[in-house]
């Protein structure tokens, strides 16, 4: 089986800097998907990882290391907007192509 | 381009009822996901088609869920009889498939079984 681990809530400031952590088991790993949703959504694709490093979109960075299991999602001079769920998927070779999902980590962003 | 619909947006029946949820794709997306989130849960994986074809049903609940996508455009999600641990909500993806296969997803539909 697999198991994705993130943090359930996180708060930060306007225009500051937040990282938010996702480790994962898995046996086959095939990829790492970043995703956001607001309340009442659709989820929003952010990023994907397959290899280590770093992958730079705008305001939005994610980090893989496949030796440590271990993303992250950087979020840099937050916005109001930014505050929503985000959400860390992983897809397993030995599972077909479905995604895995952790449970979402709320993200407050405040004046 | 338009993206992942899915309708209705909410839907509240009593247990024993049925319900049918409709998933339509993004335009030429031959990859089709159903997942679910209950209350207080994560996304899970509920089944995958390529085209019309199940390519993975493995997180079906049970039998009383049946899914189609006949003519491989639009999908359906018929549950029946309903139970009151069906309620949640049901999102739709779809993706090309190939290496990066980002599924991108609808807005999902709420069902609340009373």
């Known amino acids: 089986g697999q198991n994705i681990d993130q943090p359930t809530e996180m708060t930060a400031t306007e225009g500051a800097i937040v990282q938010i952590n996702c480790t994962y088991q898995?046996?086959?790993?095939?990829?790492l998907f970043w995703y956001q949703q607001h309340a009442g959504e659709a989820p929003t694709f952010l990023s994907y990882?397959?290899?280590?490093g770093l992958e730079e979109k705008g305001r939005f960075s994610s980090f893989l290391s496949r030796s440590k299991g271990y993303s992250y999602l950087l979020l840099k001079e937050l916005q109001m907007k930014d505050s929503a769920s985000y959400l860390c998927a992983v897809r397993d070779d030995n599972a077909g192509n479905m995604l895995t999902f952790g449970g979402g980590t709320r993200l407050m962003v405040k004046p | 381009e338009a993206g992942v619909t899915q309708f209705p947006s909410h839907s509240v029946i009593e247990k024993g009822q049925t319900v049918t949820l409709r998933c339509d794709p993004i335009s030429g997306h031959d990859n089709l996901y159903w997942y679910r989130r209950v209350m207080g849960k994560e996304i899970k994986f509920l089944l995958h088609f390529v085209k019309e074809s199940k390519q993975d049903e493995s997180g079906m609940p049970n039998n009383r869920f049946l899914a189609e996508r006949t003519g491989g455009t639009y999908s359906t999600l018929k549950v029946q009889p309903a139970e009151l641990e069906d309620s949640g909500v049901y999102f739709c993806?779809?993706?090309?498939?190939?290496?990066?296969?980002?599924?991108?997803f609808g807005p999902g539909t709420r069902l609340t079984v009373l």
């Open positions: 993806a779809s993706g090309l498939g190939g290496g990066t296969d980002t599924q991108y």
């Open positions: 898995t046996s086959g790993f095939n990829g």
């Open positions: 990882n397959v290899l280590d």
